[in-house]
């Protein structure tokens, strides 16, 4: 139900450089994928996006996975070449007051701030070791400057 509603409204009106993939969606209803535009100023601007989102029974109340996909994965130093965002809303900070909306308004927010295009230091290591879903990682939040 909750899901459905907040798939109606982004259909409806869609943030600025939003668009949820309506096709994905058809196919399954707990797994959508989201078309982002990098921001007009940024490092990101004329850059696309996807991220997928995989919604456990228990959403709103767990955070969904969230990951980007596709051939262009943002070079960005919360982002791993494997798709992985280190994000806090994604995990600890999770709370049901968010929506699909808000993760990809904070996850457009982070590219948006980024002043240089890398991956993140333990990139090559993470991906080697990682879990396939993000959410079982135990990330480490210690620079929300970039």
């Given amino acids: 139900k909750r899901l459905q509603k907040e798939l109606q409204a982004l259909l409806k009106d869609p943030p ?23 921001a007009p100023g940024t490092l990101f601007e004329g850059e696309k996006f996807q991220l997928a989102f995989k919604f456990g029974s228990r959403y709103p109340f767990d955070s969904p996975q969230v990951m980007f996909i596709g051939g262009n994965i ?5 982002v791993y070449s494997n798709g992985h965002i280190c994000l806090s809303i994604l995990t600890d900070d999770w709370s049901p007051a968010l929506s699909v909306q808000s993760v990809c308004l904070s996850v ?11 991956r993140p230091p333990d990139d090559s290591f993470y991906v080697k070791t990682c879990s396939k879903n993000p959410k079982k990682t135990r990330w480490w939040y210690h620079d929300d400057t970039v």
């Fill in 74 to 78: 943002p070079l960005h130093p919360h």
């Fill in 16 to 38: 600025s450089g939003v668009k949820v993939d309506a096709q994905s969606i058809y196919r399954n209803l707990s797994e959508w994928i989201v078309d982002l535009d990098g």
């Fill in 108 to 118: 457009v927010s982070m590219l948006s701030s980024c002043k240089e295009k890398k």
